[in-house]
């Protein structure tokens, strides 16, 4: 089948990598730097898929519409990836695989012709560098739309990469996204510390924050009438039980997700994107809990300074000290 891939990162790189090893014809796009190397050496990846190389084609923008094409790009970027493509993707299918809440109907309103998908990666990947791609947890893509059962078009496309990275077919695919939120809120305290997931959930300061952010976040969705999506253990009632635990009982979360990464260091796709010089999406993670805490009418401190202190870093170029980071938290308190 011919697939392409918009974007060619962390996960883009992967899933490209992957799909061609799995037999499909691969084109990718990308930029700068990165356009020249993949054209002249491909796309390396190790780690818990193994080791593969891909040979994909690799240009600017797609040139033919392809029978399928994953966007892959960070959220802020994928309105101006898939309108760069409009012209060669309107009415053929996509799947947006991205943090967020936004993704789909970014792809809808932009490719109303389209047949257009979600897709929620727990793959943990970081970007080497161009070409450059190491897994650091293998671990399922779940596909879906909406927020009904999974209907046939999605498990015929589940089929089809599940052929090449373990992927799984979702019910109430939206709920699963505001899940998958919940999880994201891993991402912006090692951006701002410059330290691995890792490390910061075994800080029990910087922890007790993270605690507090994926707490707001529920709480938000709860009022927002989100019924909470099944994804990593991770579903309606156990969630919304989540958020009623004392702060103490509540960091049993963090410590779980911790758990499944192993010990090779996690640095989050956030911290990823500041490596590389590049803004981050926290405005579409916590950011998005800020929004929709607006609309819900609710307050949520602590994500508005995470969401703050990460373009603080963006800004400065440097991140900020554990004892600075906790110095700022605490004045929430005073």
Excluded at 86 to 96: C, E, K
Excluded at 151 to 165: K, Q
Excluded at 307 to 315: I, R
């Amino acid at each position: 089948m011919k697939i392409a891939v918009i974007g060619a990162g962390a996960l883009g790189g992967t899933f490209a990598t992957l799909l061609a090893r799995a037999g499909h014809t691969v084109t990718v796009t990308a930029r700068g730097p990165a356009l020249a190397v993949i054209r002249a050496e491909g796309i390396s990846l190790t780690g818990a898929f193994g080791a593969a190389r891909g040979h994909p084609v690799a240009l600017e923008r797609l040139a033919e519409t392809p029978q399928l094409t994953l966007v892959c790009t960070k959220a802020q970027d994928a309105a101006a990836a898939i309108g760069d493509n409009a012209r060669v993707l309107d009415g053929s299918p996509v799947i947006v695989v991205q943090n967020g809440l936004d993704g789909v109907r970014t792809a809808s309103a932009l490719l109303p012709r389209s047949d257009c998908f979600g897709a929620l990666s727990i793959i943990a990947a970081n970007y080497a560098a161009p070409g450059q791609v190491t897994v650091t947890t293998a671990a399922p893509t779940y596909l879906g739309r909406g927020t009904g059962v999974a209907d046939a078009a999605t498990l015929a496309w589940r089929d089809v990469l599940a052929g090449a990275v373990p992927t799984l077919a979702l019910d109430n695919f939206v709920g699963a996204q505001w899940t998958k939120l919940v999880v994201n809120m891993l991402n912006a305290l090692p951006a701002i510390t410059g330290m691995s997931v890792q490390e910061v959930v075994d800080h029990a300061g910087l922890r007790r924050v993270m605690t507090e952010s994926m707490r707001e976040t529920v709480r938000v969705g709860m009022r927002r009438g989100v019924r909470f999506g099944n994804l990593q253990g991770l579903g309606d009632g156990p969630l919304r039980a989540f958020s009623r635990l004392p702060a103490a009982f509540g960091q049993v979360l963090p410590l779980r997700l911790r758990s499944r990464m192993g010990d090779v260091p996690n640095l989050g796709s956030t911290q990823q994107s500041l490596k590389r010089g590049q803004l981050t999406e926290v405005d579409f993670l916590n950011g998005a809990v800020v929004r929709e805490a607006a609309l819900a009418e609710v307050r949520v401190p602590v994500n508005e300074l995470l969401t703050a202190l990460v373009h603080e870093v963006e800004a400065r170029g440097v991140p900020l000290s554990t004892f600075d980071v906790l110095e700022r938290f605490a004045g929430l308190r005073r």
